[in-house]
């Protein structure tokens, strides 16, 4: 299966803004679609966003008009840009390409924490 690496967290104040990365090792991934999910502590991982191979995207209404997600084919990235942080943001961010991976295989994730 294809292992996916998710990078650009880190600790932001409230109302900053982070872009995380997804990056693949084959452009089998430019095929596929891509999810961010996100688990915070104590809590069940939940979608975050999501698009297609063609482009076609999709938010969980929490985030939706804050978080921008895309994707450079050329790359073999996909992006999740998240404007206008709120402290409910923080969370283990995952991405996740579910017709190149195993349900329940997840990455390692990247870390986003926001302080009030």
């Known amino acids: 299966q294809v292992q996916l690496v998710e990078s650009g967290g880190g600790l932001v104040q409230a109302g900053g803004s982070l872009r995380l990365s997804c990056a693949a090792p084959?452009?089998?991934?430019?095929?596929?679609?891509v999810f961010w999910y996100r688990q915070a502590p104590g809590k069940q991982r939940e979608l975050v966003a999501g698009?297609?191979?063609?482009?076609?995207?999709r938010y969980a209404d929490s985030v939706k008009g804050r978080f921008t997600i895309s994707r450079d084919n050329a790359k073999n990235t996909v992006y999740l840009l998240m404007n206008s942080l709120k402290p409910e943001d923080t969370a283990v961010y995952y991405c996740?390409?579910?017709?190149?991976?195993?349900?329940?295989?997840w990455g390692q994730g990247t870390q986003v924490t926001v302080s009030s």
């Open positions: 996740k390409a579910p017709t190149l991976q195993k349900a329940d295989y």
């Open positions: 084959e452009s089998i991934f430019n095929i596929a679609a």
């Open positions: 698009i297609t191979s063609g482009g076609a995207t």
